[in-house]
């Protein structure tokens, strides 16, 4: 909805005066806009995640979901960053894993190599082996993603 008004807005915004504030309006709007997911990014990056298991529990959803909204890749980022820190179990090695697996396989993105800097902690022969694999992809992309991760294990 705010990047609907925020699309119009634009349309509109040389039209006249009136149309230049609703602009500015519309874009602090969208720009300030919190959601709920802000919020346990804010408590996990504050240091809750070792207290809380409710945060912990959704940094790696968040990983497991990989969300793309307006900034979602920035948030990701920050968490990775934290993550690093801690030791996972099996299940959290999993979802770290299979998120570097599809962004080999479909979009790196600029987060990608952040992501791959996690590698050391959820390495297995397994995975070694499945990223490896994608090396010798007929896809170029894939390849190239491929080489990049390997760059890490």
């Given at each position: ?24 309006l ?33 940094a ?35 979802i ?19 992501i ?19 090396l010798?992809?007929d896809?170029?992309s ?11 294990l």
């Amino acid at each position: 909805m705010l990047e609907k008004k925020l699309r119009e807005a634009i349309k509109r915004r040389n039209t006249s005066d009136l149309a230049w504030k609703d602009w500015k309006l519309a874009a602090k709007r969208f720009h300030e806009h919190r959601t709920e997911v802000h919020d346990l990014v804010e408590r996990f990056l504050a240091g809750e995640i070792n207290q809380n298991r409710e945060v912990r529990e959704f940094a790696f959803c968040y990983l497991e979901v990989d969300p793309y909204f307006f900034r979602s890749g920035y948030l990701l980022e920050r968490i990775v960053r934290k993550l690093k820190k801690l030791e996972f179990t099996d299940a959290q090695k999993a979802i770290v894993q299979a998120l570097i697996l599809k962004r080999i396989n479909t979009r790196a993105l600029r987060n990608f190599r952040e992501i791959c800097r996690l590698m050391p902690k959820i390495e297995t022969e397994e995975f070694r082996d499945r990223v490896r694999a994608r090396l010798e992809s007929d896809d170029p992309s894939v390849r190239h993603r491929a080489e990049l991760a390997a760059a890490y294990l």
